[in-house]
C-alpha cells in the first residue's frame, strides 16, 4: 500500500508562519495535492505540485522533492481561521489518491 | 451551482439495516469517488467511477456497492450495515484524473448501532 506521513498536531501564534512536512512512499508518482479541513467540513483545494520546487499561492506555498519523496506547505502570517486539519495527498502511478492522516493546525492568540 | 451535494447528511442505523448515500455533482464531472474517514487514518477510498455506467474498486471495497447510472449521480450503498462502517463519508469528483484536484462534499456521518 502507500505511506504517507505527517505530524499529527502543531501549535502557533498568530502571525507566524508554521511549515508541515509530508513524507510518501508511492507505487508511481502524478502529483501531490494540500487539502485543507476545518472540523465537521468537506476538504478544500489549497495547492497542487507535480514538480519540483515551490509553488506560491498568497499566503499559502507548497514544496516537492521528488527525489527526497517530500513536500511542505508553509503557511505565512498565520489567522485564526487557520486552524483546521491539512491534508497531503499524493496520485499514484494509477491516478488514485492516498492521503496521509492529515495535521490538526492550532493557532492561539 | 451547488458543486458536490450528499444527501442524508446524517443517519443512525443498526446493525443489518441498508442504506444507500447519494453524491450529485453539477461540474459535468467524469470522475467520481466515495471516500471514507475515520479518526486518526487519512480519507480511504471505497469506490470509484472513470465516466456513467463505470465503477471500480479502491483500497477499502467490502461491504460496500456502488451504481453510475447518470453521469451526475454515484450512490454507495450498505446491504448490511455492520458497527466498523461507522464512518463519516465523503464523495467527491474530478474533471480529469490528472492534474485537476478533487471537490468534495459535506459529508454524511453515519453511525451504526
Known amino acids: 500500500g502507500q505511506n504517507i506521513d505527517q505530524p499529527t498536531e502543531m501549535t502557533a501564534t498568530e502571525g507566524a508562519i508554521v511549515q508541515i512536512n509530508c513524507t510518501y512512499q508511492?507505487?508511481?508518482?502524478?502529483?501531490l495535492f494540500w487539502y485543507q479541513q476545518h472540523a465537521g467540513e468537506a476538504p478544500t483545494f489549497l495547492s497542487y505540485n507535480v514538480l519540483d520546487g515551490l509553488e506560491e499561492k498568497g499566503r499559502f506555498s507548497s514544496f516537492l522533492s521528488r527525489s527526497k519523496g517530500y513536500s511542505y506547505l508553509l503557511l505565512k502570517e498565520l489567522q485564526m481561521k487557520d486552524s483546521a486539519s491539512y491534508l497531503c495527498a499524493v496520485r499514484d502511478g494509477d491516478y488514485k489518491l492516498s492521503f496521509g492522516a492529515g495535521t490538526t493546525v492550532t493557532v492561539r492568540a | 451551482n451547488a458543486g458536490v451535494t450528499q444527501t442524508p447528511k446524517f443517519r443512525v442505523l443498526k446493525t443489518g439495516q441498508s442504506m444507500t448515500l447519494l453524491c450529485a455533482q453539477d461540474m459535468n464531472h467524469e470522475y467520481m469517488y466515495w471516500y471514507r474517514q475515520d479518526p486518526g487514518m487519512g480519507l480511504r477510498l471505497i469506490h470509484y467511477?472513470?465516466?456513467?455506467?463505470?465503477?471500480a474498486k479502491g483500497e477499502v471495497p467490502d461491504g460496500y456497492n456502488v451504481s453510475r447510472l447518470k453521469k451526475q449521480n454515484f450512490l454507495l450503498g450498505l446491504e448490511s450495515a455492520a458497527p466498523s462502517q461507522t464512518s463519516v463519508y465523503f464523495c467527491a469528483s474530478s474533471y480529469s484524473q490528472d492534474t485537476q484536484p478533487q471537490h468534495f462534499g459535506d459529508g454524511t456521518r453515519l453511525s451504526i448501532l
Open positions: 467511477s472513470v465516466g456513467e455506467g463505470t465503477t
Open positions: 508511492t507505487s508511481g508518482f502524478n502529483g
